[in-house]
């Protein structure tokens, strides 16, 4: 390669509202539910039927944009988008083009050369169509209409980004406002949370863009930042080649590791928008803005600063802690009933992300309750049990959230305070070991530790180890 | 007595002092319906069985008196573009020839309530787009009057089938005239109510920003209360309205006195027929003598209204019909090659001419590179238009003109010719872009035999006003019944 390229990134991500109704209708929008079973006339588009603004997808909507410094667009509107698929029972869809509830924003990211903010052009509201589900065995396709109409927000960035590390630092970033603001759970996976890549490439200190493709069905930060590497290689093979890259929407396959091309731009539709006459304008007064932005809760970086000061927790452990809205929970209430937040934080950091990993599971996932977290810390606290019984017993938490009190009681655990019982068992230990308490007392120090474990193993792990390091150093 | 003959009020009144049976009445207008159906097709679906069971329970009711409403007990015929649960409901329509809602539309929901026997749905232009009922897929309807005529449309199969006696009253709906001109060419009343007053869930949308369902009778005194029955203000329809007041009724009063009526002169100008101007003009005379201050006064963009109208409505409809895709109800065709293919031919089988080529302008208007020519051009035309009128109601309480330049032509006549089918639109359409309330009244019978009707306009929400004129002028001429000839 003889050029230097730059490349330009530009994102649409879809995000799934966390609201317990749909956007048009007061059908539930529970995910997982049999097919079809959460609809009715308005989101299966029978004729006659009507759409209702579901107002809480406004003040989502607007959560968003004022957590990502955009304007509230006071007077805005649904516009039609028109196109057919069996999936969209209207055959359009009710979304925002000339109007949008939010413009001109952005976030500040942080990358290798300091700050950088990337611009947001706009937020608009909008419904989810159903899913298609293509039967091999019948030659059918079938279509489940339970998400349509689910509330979907559209961000739209400018082409601010250069890189996959500056991408995956944007929609990390994203992902964790709204998370805070309980707008959306952000899920990549189950599609929550939809991540659309527009990339060009330029030679280096171009002023021009070159031609971008999207890319779509990007499911992970590992599937975005591999898409991204592939895509601006393709692209920079083909104008090394003297070829033009061709304006299209490509799909991902994270298997292959390659994209290819769903249509092109000739393939495009006219969606013939215009506004949507069965709904009315909404208008946003400045009153309804203010009561949003007093309700808004903390975010990142507002906690990350009050963890710092209020709990004098280090930099690198506070950012874990607030790496995810759940954890951030999860500390916030275990710390408010054992008052020990740097305890919470290390089994935090610590036990819970080591089976997180373990476990393959998501922080969105955590099931135990800050309750019991805090009881075997108290337990641990008391001196009731030592660090290898509780870390037993965390994992059991873990998984299946019990009492700990309880369990340690049921399975005997607690350490065994009776001295006369450790000076016996510590005597039969040394009985029975002549070879390191010689060792031990020619000045092999270490030969301590065997005892002590012989000791631990005799007494079922139900000791406090310095307890046995000080008899026996007393006895030997 | 022939029951088929009292007014809707005047069979309520009979049925509560228990001289008429619900049933009794129900079989009367089915005897009416028997009779006539053959020649005149006013129905698509005649629910029989539905109205004769749901008769007896409501004379029950009534007998209990747990219902008390003026309409109760009085057989009613619904447009078939207004959903009914469980009662075919097609648009007069290939693609919807065997739907059958799993729900009522609201101003149905609010007939039943008050105990309103439905006893079949009525015939139409296709999806209401027509002026003439000769677009239905189940065959034209024909004017009571006169059988080589038209009935008006879309609604002519309710105003049809009222003339004709077959039911009471009827509901229709109007996007650009559609409950007024067939009213007109009928010879029976009917009102579009200001928008947002009617609410639009389970009316199945032409033209979503104009459409209004409303009333049909032989009287105004009818057509106010059913008005009063039907309107409501309806969460589950976004452009309703939360009125001041739903009542109509009170404006049944046979007074016009210091009244101030204005006549538009651009109403008068070309195009319209000399005999219906002399019809309206003597109305104006009329009032006048009753103590209403009627002047003549220049109302403007008369001439643009038109055009503005197809573009919106076509617009509209070309996105509203998009849903009838053959998936999910409704038609679909027999044999076809992938979803394209079946989109294709389902909708090409299912929709006929006059639909296809709103769909096409429609869909044209919205492209992009034509959006701001069009529709956006549109737009402020009726924002201009609305200007004129909100100018016009300074002056006047209400505007006083004809429904349509001419009286029926006949059968067949219209389709040949779109747009002059078009241009017989200009004095109703205006009142939808500017979602004002208007009301038709027959005054008068041409040399060919057929009525004409007076349309009286008023400011929005104030249908009060309209309905007091109409009255005071009904009681000048009583209600001609059409002459019938089979």
Request: proline residues 11%.
């Given at each position: 390669m003889s050029k230097q390229y730059e490349t330009v990134i530009g994102l649409e991500i879809h995000v799934e509202l966390a609201t317990k109704t749909k956007i048009f209708c007061s059908c539930s929008t529970e995910f997982g539910g049999k097919p079809n079973t959460h609809t009715c006339p308005v989101c299966t588009g029978m004729p006659g039927s009507l759409p209702v603004l579901n107002k809480q997808v406004v003040e989502y909507a607007i959560a968003v944009g004022l957590a990502t410094n955009c304007e509230i667009t006071q007077y805005c509107k649904f516009d039609r988008k028109n196109y057919f698929y069996p999936d969209n029972p209207q055959n359009y869809q009710i979304s925002q083009l000339y109007?949008?509830?939010?413009?001109n924003g952005g976030i500040e990211i942080d990358t290798p050369s300091g700050k950088k903010t990337i611009g947001i052009r706009e937020i608009h509201m909008e419904e989810d169509a159903g899913k298609l589900i293509h039967d091999e065995w019948e030659e059918c396709s079938l279509v489940d209409f339970n998400r349509s109409g689910v509330p979907l927000i559209e961000i739209v960035s400018k082409p601010d980004m250069r890189s996959a590390e500056e991408v995956i630092a944007y929609v990390d970033k994203l992902r964790l406002i709204i998370q805070y603001l309980g707008a959306s759970d952000c899920k990549l996976q189950e599609g929550s949370m939809r991540v659309d890549v527009n990339l060009s490439v330029r030679e280096l200190g171009s002023k021009e863009f070159g031609t971008r493709t999207e890319m779509k069905n990007l499911n992970s930060y590992k599937a975005i930042a591999r898409a991204i590497e592939a895509e601006k290689n393709r692209q920079i093979e083909l104008l090394e080649e003297g070829k033009e890259v061709i304006q299209e929407t490509r799909r991902w396959d994270d298997n292959k590791e390659t994209s290819y091309s769903m249509r092109s731009k000739e393939d495009a539709h006219d969606y013939r928008y215009f506004p949507e006459p069965d709904l009315v304008p909404i208008v946003i007064s400045d009153e309804w803005i203010e009561n949003i932005r007093k309700r808004q809760p903390e975010l990142r970086e507002e906690k990350l600063k009050r963890y710092k000061e209020q709990f004098n927790i280090p930099d690198y452990d506070a950012k874990i802690l607030t790496s995810s809205k759940k954890i951030a929970d999860i500390f916030e209430a275990t710390t408010a009933i054992c008052n020990k937040p740097k305890k919470v934080s290390n089994w935090l950091m610590g036990e819970t992300m080591r089976l997180m990993k373990e476990e393959g599971i998501?922080?969105?996932?955590l099931s135990f309750s800050p309750e019991n977290l805090a009881k075997l810390i108290e337990l641990v606290e008391e001196g009731a049990i030592n660090n290898s019984v509780a870390k037993e017993v965390f994992e059991i938490i873990f998984k299946e959230d019990i009492d700990p009190k309880k369990y340690v009681e049921e399975k005997g655990l607690k350490i065994v305070k009776d001295e006369g019982l450790l000076i016996k068992t510590i005597k039969e230990v040394i009985e029975e070991n002549p070879k390191s308490v010689e060792d031990y007392r020619g000045g092999k120090k270490k030969a301590i530790g065997f005892l002590v474990g012989q000791t631990m193993k005799k007494m079922k792990g139900k000791a406090d180890p310095s307890m046995i390091n000080k008899i026996l150093k007393e006895l030997l | 007595m022939d029951i088929t003959r009292l007014t809707a009020i005047e069979l309520g009144k009979k049925i509560k002092s228990k001289e008429v049976g619900v049933v009794e009445a129900i079989k009367a207008s089915l005897e009416k319906i028997e009779k006539y159906e053959q020649e005149f097709n006013c129905y698509v679906t005649i629910d029989k069985e539905g109205a004769l069971k749901r008769g007896e329970e409501i004379q029950k009711l009534i007998d209990e008196g747990t219902l008390d409403s003026p309409l109760a007990g009085v057989p009613v015929a619904i447009k078939d573009n207004i959903c009914t649960k469980g009662l075919r409901t097609t648009c007069s329509s290939k693609i919807l020839s065997n739907f059958k809602p799993t729900y009522n539309a609201e101003a149905v929901i609010n007939l039943e309530k008050a105990g309103a026997v439905i006893i079949g749905k009525t015939n139409m232009d296709e999806f209401a787009m027509g002026s003439t009922t000769e677009t239905s897929a189940f065959g034209e309807t024909k004017n009571p009057w006169n059988k080589e005529h038209v009935p008006g449309g879309s609604s002519g199969g309710s105003c049809a089938a009222v003339a004709l006696e077959e039911c009471f009253y009827a509901l229709g709906s109007d996007t650009g005239g559609s409950i007024r001109q067939p009213s007109s060419f009928c010879g029976v009343v009917g009102i579009k109510p200001t928008y947002g007053t009617v609410s639009r869930y389970g009316l199945i949308a032409y033209g979503s920003s104009l459409d209004q369902i409303g009333p049909i009778a032989r009287s105004v005194e009818d057509c106010a209360n059913i008005l009063e029955i039907i309107s409501s203000f309806d969460v589950k329809d976004s452009t309703s309205i939360k009125r001041e007041e739903y009542d109509f009724t009170s404006a049944l009063v046979d007074d016009v006195k210091g009244m101030k009526i204005g006549i538009p002169t651009d109403y008068f100008k070309e195009g319209i027929d000399e005999e219906v101007k002399k019809a309206i003009l003597k109305a104006a005379k009329t009032l006048e003598e009753k103590g209403a201050i009627v002047e003549e006064f220049e109302l403007g963009l008369v001439d643009y209204a038109i055009y503005a109208y197809y573009v919106i409505a076509s617009a509209e409809a070309s996105s509203n019909l998009a849903r009838f895709d053959g998936v999910k109800y409704g038609y679909r065709t027999k044999d076809y090659e992938n979803l394209n293919d079946m989109y294709k031919r389902t909708r090409s089988e299912g929709f006929g001419t006059e639909v296809k080529r709103r769909i096409m302008l429609g869909s044209f208007v919205l492209s992009s590179g034509y959006y701001d020519a069009y529709y956006l051009k549109a737009l402020k035309v009726k924002a201009l238009i609305k200007e004129e009128f909100n100018k016009a109601f300074k002056k006047y309480d209400v505007i006083l003109g004809p429904v349509a330049p001419t009286t029926a032509p006949k059968l067949g006549e219209s389709l040949s010719d779109p747009i002059k089918m078009y241009l017989g639109d200009i004095y109703t359409v205006s009142i939808n872009l500017a979602g004002l309330p208007a009301i038709s009244v027959p005054c008068g019978i041409d040399s060919k035999g057929l009525p004409i009707g007076l349309q009286l306009i008023g400011d929005c929400f104030k249908e009060k006003n309209i309905i007091r004129a109409a009255y005071a002028y009904e009681k000048t001429r009583p209600y001609i019944r059409p002459t019938i000839n089979i």
């Open positions: 109007l949008p509830i939010c413009r998501e922080a969105e996932e | -």
